[in-house]
């Protein structure tokens, strides 16, 4: 064979040190806010010679209006925005008690979904097993088996479920004998 058959792309030839993918690349684009920090770091390093001394405050994006909960329409340039303004609520929920009693079983976890989490969020969840570590009140660093529990629900909503979230935190805590429940949340656009 040639090297002018094997050209996918007549006028770019293929560099015969280079593998040739069996699938064409795909990229997937990253939230804004990730992206940001990227810039911000990058252009640190770029014109400031070296790393960041500190971590990057970077303003929260604005989050759509409550009253934006509509369908989207069709933007002027032709594109369809995608989905509802959300809010993104992620809660880790460690399983090593720090008293040296046993881990929390994945029995015992789905019982505190079923009766603590469900009750206040009957719309539905999403439970993700996961692993992770963090350094506790006395410098140890611990290793664990964790839970990652995500709440998606209008941005309207919003003040009558950090109560709610709060309250779970809370539970988890006192059920389990835990320092804390970490707690993430983020803007989304979503569409059932």
């Known amino acids: 064979m040639s090297a002018k058959s094997l050209d996918p792309v007549p006028g770019f030839p293929h560099h015969p040190r280079i593998p040739r993918s069996p699938r064409p690349l795909r990229f997937r684009s990253r939230p804004r806010s990730r992206v940001r920090v990227v810039a911000v770091a990058l252009t640190c390093v770029l014109v400031g010679g070296g790393a960041p001394a500190a971590y990057a405050v970077l303003e929260p994006e604005q989050e759509p209006s409550p009253s934006a909960g509509a369908p989207a329409a069709d933007s002027g340039a032709g594109e369809r925005a995608e989905g509802r303004p959300y809010r993104e609520t992620r809660l880790l929920f460690g399983t090593v008690r720090p008293d040296g009693g046993p881990d929390v079983t994945e029995k015992e976890f789905h ?78 656009r979503v569409d059932f």
């Open 111 to 188: 019982a505190f979904v079923t009766e603590e989490v469900t009750p206040l969020f009957p719309d539905g969840l999403t439970v993700q097993d996961g692993y992770g570590q963090y350094r506790d009140d006395h410098g140890t660093v611990e290793r664990e088996r964790s839970y990652e529990l995500t709440l998606y629900y209008p941005v309207g909503q919003t003040d009558e479920n950090d109560p709610k979230i709060e309250r779970l935190r809370e539970a988890y805590v006192e059920r389990f004998d835990q320092e804390s429940v970490a707690r993430v949340d983020d803007a989304a």
